[in-house]
């Protein structure tokens, strides 16, 4: 691959067909059984919170009219193919989207993983491989995908092509690694579960008892969600395994593929538990762990130091705690500073050496560089309240409240809309409250809005590197010394601490911190460290 990841590059294809034999029609049919949206509408819609609408295709066989109406009906997007031969179907379809990375998913899949797609995505962006097939592993079945560069969906063997390649649309891709190089990755936001056979969730419509459990699960989780995650349906696992018994007995057909090598070269990544820490460390770590996966290490993620490992390679996040162990790399650890070979910030910090006023070395997901397809909308505001009670949501609600369609002067800027993220529910109806969002979804509302809210932290990073007007406020007596930090040195507005937030308080309306360069490379010294280790 050459050339920077554009999310205009992806697209999400769903393989579709009316005439399954053990289930006739089942894509078409209702979840739940008395509503008007089917298989495939779950499909679109979970879709549809990542990828542009235009970048969803449906590939159907071009003899089935009543499929190829059914979604002219529901507005989708489609694209007609030969029904035997599916393999062709997709190399038409990449050709004529101009697609270069391609989310395979079937139509008989409702409840795929949003979390699992964002994980893929980022793992696309440190691809150098042309040719390459990309999955997750361990996943329950139906809630995964796979993606695969164009350049391997168009790859041509020598000799005759075996039916089973133009039946099954990547199976030339992974039964030839020594051509396309494989990755089969660790979802690393289920990491923790080590309880529970993921695999031996089948989560997919094949059959009649399949469609059964499939509406059980919206009646216990999409009521309530209805982008529930494999999270969320792995703790129903574990509370409710009797649900799980409805299609147990249906057997699935698989391949028998050639084995991926699993590299020996362990390490652990310790992250702050997000009860105690915050979200932050969790979600960063996550992102580091898919990162030093695709470089060939074998993570783990947990909460604590493997204590019958003392040599194994941990790498902290998890703030100022220090643990006895040989080899260890620490982040965001105010005792080790950035100057030491074993140290790294993944934020800025008042105790760092300032080596470069100009640029700010920092860490992310590699997603939060990519531009999304949402526009801005002036005067908007987004609020990122994290954990905050109720008393505190409420604090900061009240003080943006007042600024809602006030006549632009000269000591306030035109806010039209606040939404704010976590925290309580606001009392207000006109601001907009999402309790929970994916993290692509988190990246397009920061987009979107003019102005960020938020403390001291991850999304101040995220939100300044997109040129975001940002400004802070303090929650702790750890975030109001550090906001007063950002504003003096990288001049990102201060507001003070929460308690003291009034109706008097002006919003800020200069915001020079858009000229601060950021550098999302504080990762890389991890990976020359753990490469000196294992070279020693």
């Known amino acids: 691959m050459s050339g920077i990841l554009s999310t205009l590059d992806c697209f999400a294809f769903i393989q579709a067909r009316l005439g399954s034999t053990r289930l006739p029609k089942k ?21 549809s919170t990542i990828f542009p609408k235009d970048q969803i295709v449906f590939l159907v066989p071009e003899n089935d009219k009543e499929l190829i109406d059914y979604l002219g009906t529901r507005n989708y997007q489609s694209f007609p193919g030969s029904e035997m031969d599916v393999r062709d179907r997709f190399r038409k379809a990449s050709l004529h989207f101009k697609a270069k990375h391609i989310f395979r998913i079937t139509g008989d899949n409702p409840y795929i993983d949003l979390e699992s797609i964002r994980y893929l995505y980022e793992a696309i962006t440190t691809i150098s491989d042309t040719h390459y097939s990309l999955s997750m592993v361990g996943l329950p079945l139906g809630m995964g995908m796979e993606c695969f560069s164009t350049e391997s969906l168009l790859y041509e063997t020598e000799g005759p092509v075996p039916e089973r390649h133009t039946e099954h649309v990547s199976l030339h891709i992974k039964e030839n690694p020594e051509i396309h190089k494989q990755y089969r990755l660790h979802p690393p936001h289920l990491s923790q579960l080590t309880d529970i056979n993921l695999e031996s969730l089948r989560i997919t419509v094949d059959e009649p008892k399949d469609y059964e459990l499939v509406c059980k699960l919206w009646s216990e989780l999409g009521t309530k969600d209805p982008f529930f995650r494999a999270l969320d349906l792995i703790q129903l696992a574990k509370d409710k395994p009797e649900i799980f018994s409805i299609n147990a007995s249906v057997e699935q057909v698989v391949f028998q593929l050639p084995k991926v090598s699993r590299n020996s070269k362990k390490l652990r990544i310790v992250y702050g538990e997000p009860s105690q820490f915050g979200s932050g460390h969790w979600e960063r770590c996550k992102s580091l762990s898919l990162f030093l996966e695709m470089q060939g290490y074998d993570v783990e993620l947990s909460t604590k130091p493997d204590a019958n490992s003392p040599n194994l390679p941990h790498i902290l996040d998890i703030r100022e705690n220090e643990f006895a162990l040989v080899n260890q790399f620490h982040i965001d650890n105010s005792n080790h500073l950035p100057t030491e070979p074993n140290a790294s910030f993944f934020l800025p910090n008042p105790v760092a050496p300032k080596t470069n006023l100009e640029s700010i070395s920092y860490f992310s997901s590699p997603l939060s560089e990519l531009d999304w397809p949402e526009s801005l909308v002036p005067g908007r505001v987004l609020v990122y309240a994290g954990n905050l009670n109720s008393e505190e949501s409420k604090q ?30 606001p009392l207000q109806e006109n601001i907009k409250y999402l309790p929970r969002v994916s993290y692509i979804q988190f990246l397009k509302e920061i987009q979107s809005s003019e102005f960020v809210l938020t403390y001291f932290g991850q999304t101040m990073m995220e ?67 753990l490469e000196s280790i294992y070279e020693s």
């Open 463 to 529: 939100s300044v590197a997109r040129g975001k007007k940002v400004c802070l406020v303090g929650i702790t007596p750890i975030h109001e010394s550090l906001g007063q930090f950002a504003e003096l040195e990288l001049g990102i507005p201060y507001l003070g601490s929460l308690s003291s937030l009034s109706t008097n308080q002006n919003f800020p309306t200069a915001f020079p911190h858009s000229k601060i360069k950021l550098v999302r490379d504080a990762h890389l010294k991890i990976l020359k460290w």
């Open 27 to 47: 894509i078409l049919k209702s979840i739940p059984e008395d509503a008007d949206t089917s298989v495939l509408d779950h499909i679109h819609n979970r879709l």
């Open 396 to 425: 900061i609600d009240s003080y943006l409240i007042q600024f809602l369609n006030q006549t632009k002067n000269d000591i306030s800027p035109n806010i039209h809309s606040v939404t704010r993220i976590g925290g309580k529910p």
